[in-house]
C-alpha cells in the first residue's frame, strides 16, 4: 500500500484519479493549486487506487494523504 | 657487495609488492563481494592511464605508545594518497582502503599522509579528491584524550574552501570522524546501496541513544540525496561514482585562481533553439519540465545535473555555452509549481557560491511564482533559508544573465538575478510575467474595499484582476529599459552566449570587509 501525499499546502483542483482505476507509473492521480500553479501528483508507482481521500475544492495540509495504492 | 645492493633494493620491491596488495586476497575478494571495487581500481579509474604517483606507499601503523605494533596488518596505514591527471589536468587523492583495518583513519594515515596531499594540493592550486570507505577514526590508537590533538583535517578542508576544488566520493561507511570531509566539500556523489554517512555509526547511536538502525537505513543515499541534500548525486557503482567526479571536475578550473577549461564543440554558438514552443506551455498556470528547455539551450551533451532528487523544484547545475562552463539556476515548474522554499533557496545558494568561487558563469532561467507563504514555510524559517539565496545572487560577481522565460514574481525575481542584482545580461520572452505578486493576490490586496463594496463582488474582482494582469507584460519593463530586451525564445542560446562573451572581462570591486555575514 502507497499513500500519495501532498508536497505542499494548496486546493484540490482536479480529480483525475476514482478507487479502482488501474494506474502506471507516473500516470496524473489529481492536480493541486497553489501559490496560482497547477501542481500534478503523479502516481509514484505503478498499481490499483484503493481510495481517493480529498474532494476537489478542498485545502489540503503538506503531508496530507490524498490517495492510497494497492 | 654486489649481492648485498641486490638485495637491499629486492627487499624494497617486496616491500611495495606487499603494500600494494592491501589488506591482503581474502579481503579484497570480501570487498568485491560487497559490490565494490578495491582501492587501487578506484583509483586507477580516476586518472588518466599511467600518470598516478604515489605518496607513502610503505607507510604503515607506528609504536605511538611504546607498545607493540602489527605494522604487518597495515599496508600504506590504510589510505593510499598521491597525485595524478584527470583529463590532462593534475588532481590529489586520498583514498580510503578498506581491506586494511576498515579504512580506519590511524596517526600515520592521517597526521602524515592525507595531511601532506592536503598541504600539497593547496600549495600548488590542485583539486582534492577523496574516495571515501572508512570506519572512522582507528579508535585503537585515539580512545583516549590524544584526541586532543587531532581535527586539523576540517580546519584545512576550510582553508581550502573556494580555493580549489573539493570532492568527497562516497564509496563506502564514513561514518563520525570522517563524515565532515563530506559536509565541507563542493561535491558529494554518493554509491546507492554501498555508501553511508553519518555523525555516528550504528554502534554508537546505540550506545548513545539505545535508537536501533542501520549505518544504511541512517546514512545511504536514500537519505542524503532525497532527503537531507548532504549527498549530491547517487549513482549506481563505483565506476559510475569515479566517472561522475572526472565529469564534475572537467567543469571547474584547478583553483580559484584560473577560468575553467573551454572545451572544443559542434554546436553552433548562434543556433535557434528549436521547439520551445512545444515545451512551454503559455498558460503561466501550467507545469513543465524545464531541464527539456536546459538541454535544449546549451551545448548537445553537456548538461550535468546537481543534487537532481533533492529539492526538485529548483534545477541547477553545469552546462556548456559555447564550450564554456556555466552554471544553471533554473526554477522546475513541473514540481511543487516552481515555488522556492526553504531547500530550494539553501541548494541554489550553495551551488551558486560554489560557480562564484571557481569562476564559473551563471545563466538563471526565470519561471517561479514566488516564495512559499504560510505558517509551515515560517515555521521552518523561510526568511532566513531564503535570504541565503537572495546573500549568494547578490554577493556573485562571475558574468550572471538573467532570462525571464515566464512568471517572474516578488522575491523569486530577486533571488533568480532580477535588475536589482546587477546581471550583465537580463532579457524576457513575450511570455514573461514580471511582477510584485499575481493579479488575484494584488485585487485582493489593493482592491479589498471596492471588492467588498460591490453589488457582484465576483465580477468587480474579475475586471480588476484583467485591469492590473494588463499591466504585467514584458513591454512595460523593456519601455522603461529595466530589462535589456525581450526576445524570441528561440534566440535564448545565442543572448546568452553573447551576454557571456560580453561580461568576460567583469571587474567588480567592493569595499573592504573581513567578510560578510551570510544567513547560514
Redesign the interface.
Known sequence: MTEVKA???GNVWKIKTQPGAQVAEEDELLILE???????VTAPRAGTVKEVRVKEGEVV??GQVLVVLE | MGDDYSSKVEELHARRKKNLAMGGDEKVAKQHQRGKLTVRERIDLLFDPGTFVELGLLASQQSVRGGETDSDGTPADGVVTGHGDVDGRQVWVIAYDFTVMAGSMGAVGEQFKAARVRELALRYRKPVVWLLDSAGARIQEASGSTFAGTGWLFADQVVMSGVIPQVAAMLGPCAAGTAYIPGLADFVPMVKETSSMSLGGARLVKAATGEDVTDHDMGGSQVHCYESGVGDNEVGDDRECVATVRRFLSYLPSSNLEAPPVVDTDDPPDRLVAGLEKIVPVS????YDVRKVIKAVFDEGTWFEVKPAWAKNIVVGFARAAGNSVGVVANQ???????L?SDAADKAARFIRMCDAFNVPLVYLVDV??F???S?VEKEGIIRHGAKMLYATSEATVPKVTVIMRKAYGAGYYVMCGKGYQPDTIVAWPLAEISVM?P??AVNIIFNKQVEASENPEATRAQLIETIRAQINPYLAAGWAMIDDVIDPAETRRVIVKGLEQARDKKIDRPWRKHGNIPV
Open positions: 508536497e505542499l499546502v497553489s501559490m496560482k500553479m497547477e501542481i500534478p495540509k503538506e | 503561466p498556470r501550467a507545469a515548474p513541473m514540481q511543487k509549481g516552481g515555488v522554499d511564482p514566488g512559499m507563504v504560510g509551515q499575481g488575484e493576490g
